[in-house]
């Protein structure tokens, strides 16, 4: 079809305007056949155990249904069973017999060498991630900007810090290919930041959560390599990363706007939430640095605001473990390094 065709339904013939989703005579489905093989790629996915693949065929397939429609719900509700499906069985291809019977018939030191190879896979996926990213030319170019108008501590800190910030965005960008969410690669901004822009959004509180979270993880980890290099190299400015690392992740763990924290925060409940203003109070007092407080004012002003059903309990052990960790990265980076 020409750009200047007019687009019109199938069904009755209604002239539709550009965008719609629904005919607006007849309410029959615009992207009608899409949506069937959408379906039956999600469906075949699924069977298959391929339960990313088959959450990126079903958010294709929500993003082509109006919102009031019955079948966006419906649809809705199998992206959420899939993404819990996920979480529980992970997400490794069925093969004949399964995974449970093939493990049954190996020894404890087999069974041992059977996990050991998804661990050491599940590095090696996220070390070619952290790669691939960098096949972006937007990342890259904002990367060398960053660098160009950023040096005021010196090219090896900036270098390190711009790296640091790096591997943050990569963590949700995994997270969200875990969840087949379609994102941009990471865009710096000089000075502030980095940001991944969402093309499709996450279907519930629990799994924003994750991917919200993601970012501190991959950060949090970032920070350690940093301080371990520090430490072991006698390398001043490692340990310099290390510790302005780990506190730009603590400012992403502050609960408001769209920071990281904010979306952590909105799938804990009342009591969760308690505690983890608890933990940032105690971090803050023992390690003396006032990010932890602003966490906690920030926290507080929001927590009985916009509650789930129910708390999720994982979100809740990632929060914690962060205000925990990434203070105590930062402190030990600040000590004098070893004779």
Known sequence: MSSGAVARCVACGVELAPGMLACPACR???????????AA???????EGRL????????????????????????????????????????????PGGRAKAAA???ALALIAWNLKYFLLSLLGKAKLLVSGLASLPTVLSMFAWLALDRSRGMSFALGLVASIYVHEMGHV?????YGIQATAPMFIPGLGALVRLRQYPIDAREDARVGLAGPVWGCAAAAAALAAGWLLHERTALAVASVGAMI?????????QLDGARGFRALDVRQRGIVLTVAAVAALLSGDVMGWVVCAAGGVRLKSDLPAQGDARAFRTFVALLVALPLIAWAAGRVLPS
């Open 28 to 38: 029959k489905l615009v992207h009608g056949a899409r949506l069937g093989s959408l």
């Open 174 to 178: 995994a997270a969200l290919r875990h």
């Open 105 to 107: 018939g190996l020894g």
């Open 249 to 257: 992740n603590v400012f992403n763990l502050i609960p408001v706007w």
């Open 52 to 95: 990313t693949d088959a959450l990126v065929h079903w958010r294709e397939a929500l993003g082509l249904l109006p919102p009031e429609s019955t079948q966006h719900h419906a649809v809705g509700e199998t992206i959420r069973r899939l993404s819990l499906a996920l979480e529980r069985d992970g997400n490794t291809p069925k093969t």
């Open 41 to 47: 790629d999600g469906e075949a996915a699924e069977r």
